[in-house]
């Protein structure tokens, strides 16, 4: 049929739908991503509406119940964000301040707690030199491990 191959435009006109929906998905990327997590808000909220369903009164929709169950929600996480949203605020200010010496690799074996009888291997120099980055190495260094010791060489 005018040289167009059946089978070649089937897997083309198939490409193509995939990638105008990976197109459409990228376009409402920011309101897709809102949809999931009320997606995922309402399946955990679930159990506690089937609660209240259970306890209220015939009388009242299921409207309501969600509402209750929301408000309580919202109160909850008012609370203790007010309770605990100072002392969660001090305390990433203080891990911010303190990041890049936790993160310092020169002095990260000192800060690994050892038992009594490990202590002493804290100054072995295999131990220095594997701390120690690359870049700050002098030249080739052999480390060779026994249970008799530890011995560092340059050569």
Known sequence: M???DLRVAKIV?????AVLALFIVYSVRSTLLVVVFAVFFSYL???LVELVEYYKPRRFPRTVSI????????LVAGVVGTLF???ITDEA???????PILLNP???SQRIPLPSFLEPQRINPCVRYRTTPIWDRPGVT??????????ARSY
């Open 2 to 4: 005018l040289g167009v």
């Open 13 to 17: 006109w198939t490409v193509f739908l």
């Open 45 to 47: 909220l679930y159990p």
């Open 67 to 74: 509402a209750l169950v929301f408000l309580v929600v919202i």
């Open 85 to 87: 949203g100072n002392r």
């Open 93 to 99: 200010v203080r891990l911010s301040q303190q990041l």
């Open 106 to 108: 020169t002095n990260i």
């Open 142 to 151: 052999f480390c060779a491990t026994s249970w008799v010791g530890c011995y």
